[in-house]
C-alpha cells in the first residue's frame, strides 16, 4: 500500500545466475577437466579451485549488498512519509445476505473525532484519490493523480509548500475550488512562469492555483511531485463519479495521525482502536479497521527481503561447499602429480610438518586469492545489478569479512586431507613414482 519493494522476477534472476555459474563450474571440475591431458593440468587446477570460491565471495557479497539496499529503501520510503506516523485503514466489508456492499470502515468523520478526543495527537491528514485529464491554456495532460485531502497535509507528511500556500479547513468545509500544484506538474504546466492565481480545468471543474510543492520526489512508486493537490470535500463532490457516490459517501481508505512522540505511540493506538471501536459499533477483537505504526510496515517489508537473502545464502553456501569439494579433489590430483617432487624434499630433510604446512599453506592462498577476486566481482556485480534493475544496492563491510574468513576456512578445511596424504607419503615409494 505504502512502498513498492523489488520485483521477484529480479530475485530470481539473481538465484538463477548463481546456480547456473555454479553448476558451470561444478560441470568443468567433474565432467571436463579429468578428460584433459596432464600438462594442461597446472593452469586448470588453479581455475577450478578458484571457481567456486570466486562464485561465494560474489555471490554473498552480491546478495548482501542488494538485500542492505532493499532494506535501506524501505526504511528511506516509510520515513519520507512523516515522523512519529500511525496508520489507520479501512477494512471493507464485501457485503453478505441483508448487508450493502462496502458497508463499515473509516468515515471522513473518524478524522475529526481523533482529533478532539485523542490526546498527543500533532496532526490527522485523511486523502482521497481521483484520475482526471486537466487542460491549463493549449496544454492537456491526461491521467492526473488527484489528491483530495486535509490542512494538515503539509506538515504530518513533511512536505514544503515553494509558492503561495495551502488551504484551511474553512475553505475544505466550503468546498472551495482551489488547488496546490506539484514541482513538476506546475513546471509541466506553465514552465516558468508563476503559476499563483491561475485557473485550470480539471475534469471540467475550474480550479483556482494557491501554490506549488517544493520537490518531493519518488516515494515508493508514488511521485509526489507530479500530483494535483484538492481540499477532500471537493474530490468528494466533484470527482467521485455519480454511480459510485451511494457507496463510496464520504468514506476513505487511510487517515495518516502524526503522535506528538514516539513514547507515546502505543497509548494513542489503543485510544484510536477504542474511539473507533465505539463510533462504528463493532468489537475490539473484529474492527472495521486496522492500526498500524511506520516500523511494523518496516518490519513487514523486511521480512520479504530476509526470505529471499536466506534462500540466496543456501544458494551462495552450496557454492562454497562444491568448491571445497573441487579444492580437496583437485589438490589430490595435484599430490598424485608431484609424488616425486614430494619424495626429493623428503629426501633433503623435510619433515612431514613441513610437507603438511607446504599443501595447506597452498590451498589457503588459492582460496584467498579466489575470495579476492570474488570480492572485486561481488563490488562490480552490485553495481551493475544496480543499473540494470533500477534497485539501490549497499556494500556492505561486513560481506568481505565474510568472504575473506570463508575462503579461508575453506581452504583449511578442505585442505587438510590432501596435505595430511600428501606428508604420510613413504619417501622411497615417493621417489620410485614416475
Given at each position: 500500500m505504502f512502498l513498492k519493494l523489488p520485483k521477484k522476477s529480479l530475485w530470481t534472476?539473481?538465484?538463477?545466475?548463481?546456480?547456473?555459474?555454479?553448476?558451470?563450474?561444478?560441470?568443468?571440475?567433474?565432467?571436463?577437466?579429468?578428460?584433459?591431458?596432464?600438462?594442461?593440468?597446472?593452469i586448470k587446477t588453479v581455475t577450478a579451485r578458484q571457481g567456486d570460491i570466486v562464485i561465494f565471495a560474489s555471490g554473498s557479497g552480491t546478495l548482501i549488498a542488494v538485500s542492505s539496499g532493499t532494506e535501506a529503501t524501505i526504511k528511506e520510503q516509510i520515513t519520507s512519509l512523516g515522523s512519529n506516523l500511525v496508520f489507520v485503514t479501512s477494512n471493507f466489508n464485501r457485503g453478505g445476505p441483508g448487508q450493502r456492499a462496502s458497508s463499515g470502515g473509516l468515515v471522513y468523520?473518524?478524522?475529526?473525532?481523533?482529533?478532539?478526543?485523542?490526546?498527543?495527537?500533532?496532526?490527522?491528514?485523511?486523502?482521497?484519490?481521483?484520475?482526471?485529464?486537466?487542460?491549463?491554456?493549449?496544454?492537456?495532460?491526461?491521467?492526473?493523480?488527484?489528491?483530495?485531502?486535509?490542512?494538515?497535509?503539509?506538515?504530518?507528511?513533511?512536505?514544503?509548500?515553494?509558492?503561495?500556500?495551502?488551504?484551511?479547513?474553512?475553505?475544505?468545509?466550503?468546498?472551495?475550488?482551489?488547488?496546490?500544484?506539484?514541482?513538476?506538474?506546475?513546471?509541466?504546466l506553465f514552465g516558468e512562469s508563476d503559476p499563483i492565481g491561475q485557473t485550470i480545468n480539471v475534469g471540467g471543474t475550474k480550479l483556482t492555483i494557491i501554490g506549488v510543492f517544493a520537490e518531493k520526489g519518488l516515494v515508493g512508486d508514488v511521485d509526489y511531485d507530479i500530483r494535483l493537490y484538492t481540499p477532500i470535500t471537493v474530490v468528494f463532490q466533484k470527482f467521485t463519479p455519480s454511480q459510485f457516490k451511494g457507496i463510496i459517501g464520504d468514506r476513505v481508505r487511510v487517515i495518516y495521525v502524526e503522535v506528538e512522540s514516539q513514547e507515546s505511540i502505543e497509548d494513542t493506538i489503543l485510544q484510536i482502536e477504542l474511539l473507533l471501536a465505539r463510533r462504528h459499533d463493532v468489537p475490539l477483537n473484529e474492527p472495521d479497521f486496522s492500526v498500524t505504526t511506520q516500523q511494523e510496515i518496516i518490519n513487514t517489508q523486511e521480512s520479504t527481503t530476509a526470505a529471499f537473502r536466506s534462500l540466496l545464502a543456501w544458494v551462495a553456501g552450496v557454492s562454497l561447499i562444491v568448491g571445497g569439494i573441487g579444492i580437496m579433489n583437485i589438490m589430490l590430483v595435484s599430490v598424485t602429480e608431484r609424488t616425486r617432487e614430494i619424495g626429493i624434499r623428503q629426501s633433503v630433510g623435510a619433515t612431514p610438518n613441513d610437507i603438511r604446512w607446504q599443501f595447506l599453506t597452498e590451498a589457503v592462498l588459492l582460496s584467498?586469492?579466489?575470495?579476492?577476486?570474488?570480492?572485486?566481482?561481488?563490488?562490480?556485480?552490485?553495481?551493475?545489478?544496480?543499473?540494470?534493475?533500477?534497485?539501490?544496492?549497499?556494500?556492505?563491510?561486513?560481506?568481505?569479512?565474510?568472504?575473506?574468513?570463508?575462503?579461508?576456512?575453506?581452504?583449511?578445511?578442505?585442505?587438510?586431507?590432501?596435505?595430511?596424504?600428501?606428508?604420510?607419503?613413504?619417501?622411497?615409494?615417493?621417489?620410485?613414482?614416475?
Open positions: 534472476a539473481l538465484v538463477v545466475f548463481i546456480i547456473a555459474v555454479s553448476g558451470g563450474f561444478a560441470y568443468y571440475k567433474s565432467v571436463y577437466l579429468p578428460a584433459q591431458v596432464p600438462d594442461e593440468l597446472q468523520d473518524d478524522a475529526f473525532a481523533i482529533t478532539d478526543d485523542i490526546k498527543g495527537v500533532v496532526g490527522v491528514v485523511v486523502e482521497q484519490g481521483s484520475i482526471e485529464t486537466i487542460k491549463a491554456g493549449n496544454i492537456t495532460l491526461t491521467e492526473v493523480s488527484i489528491l483530495g485531502t486535509t490542512p494538515d497535509f503539509p506538515s504530518v507528511r513533511d512536505m514544503d509548500i515553494e509558492k503561495g500556500r495551502y488551504f484551511n479547513q474553512t475553505e475544505v468545509d466550503r468546498k472551495q475550488k482551489l488547488t496546490i500544484l506539484g514541482h513538476d506538474l506546475a513546471h509541466e584467498l586469492v579466489g575470495g579476492m577476486i570474488g570480492v572485486i566481482a561481488g563490488a562490480a556485480g552490485s553495481w551493475v545489478f544496480g543499473v540494470i534493475s533500477r534497485m539501490r544496492t549497499v556494500l556492505v563491510p561486513g560481506s568481505i569479512l565474510l568472504a575473506f574468513t570463508s575462503s579461508a576456512a575453506v581452504g583449511i578445511f578442505f585442505g587438510f586431507y590432501p596435505a595430511n596424504k600428501a606428508a604420510q607419503m613413504d619417501p622411497i615409494e615417493s621417489l620410485r613414482h614416475e
